[in-house]
């Protein structure tokens, strides 16, 4: 099976063609450096990490949606006027980070999974854990981790 030559190319004595083996090594090489890519996401932060820092500002998380730090993976949510919230931006399915914010869920952009905004409580799957929380409060127009 490994010393087949794929078709097209050529047969010539010494191992000048491509062979089955390494066309299919490469596949797999492809395959595993696009789930690593999806896998990215890791690398969630502890609250004594993040204590302290300002993580948003208050003005650019609207009202029943949120915005998504990838610098601090975090995302900050408004569920309500005033009542900021602060999770982990690493999706607890398969560790990426969470792509955005709209419709009162933080969505995964790697297998769909859907956070709601005022827990971090998985609304859909395949994500099965809601997302960490942070403590936070609104400080100088900022968002802080307490």
């Known amino acids: 099976m490994g010393d087949e030559v794929t078709p ?3 047969a010539a004595a010494g191992g000048g063609g491509v062979g089955r083996r390494a066309v299919l090594c490469g596949a797999g090489a492809v395959g595993a450096a696009a789930l690593a890519g999806c896998a990215s996401g890791g690398g969630e932060k502890s ?3 993040l204590k302290g820092k300002e993580i948003a500002k208050a003005a650019d998380v609207p009202v029943g949606g949120g915005k998504v730090n990838a610098a601090e993976k975090v995302v900050v949510t408004q569920p ?3 009542a900021f919230k602060a999770f982990t931006a690493v999706c607890t399915h398969q560790g990426c980070t969470v792509g955005g914010v709209s419709n009162g869920v933080i969505k995964c952009p790697c297998h ?3 956070f ?15 997302l ?13 981790v307490a």
């Open 116 to 130: 709601r905004i005022a827990d971090g409580s998985v609304q859909k799957g395949p994500a099965t854990k809601p």
């Open 80 to 82: 309500t006027q005033g």
């Open 132 to 144: 960490k929380e942070y403590p936070v409060q609104a400080k100088g127009g900022g968002i802080v």
């Open 8 to 10: 097209g190319a050529p």
């Open 112 to 114: 769909g999974s859907e």
């Open 47 to 49: 609250a004594a990490d």
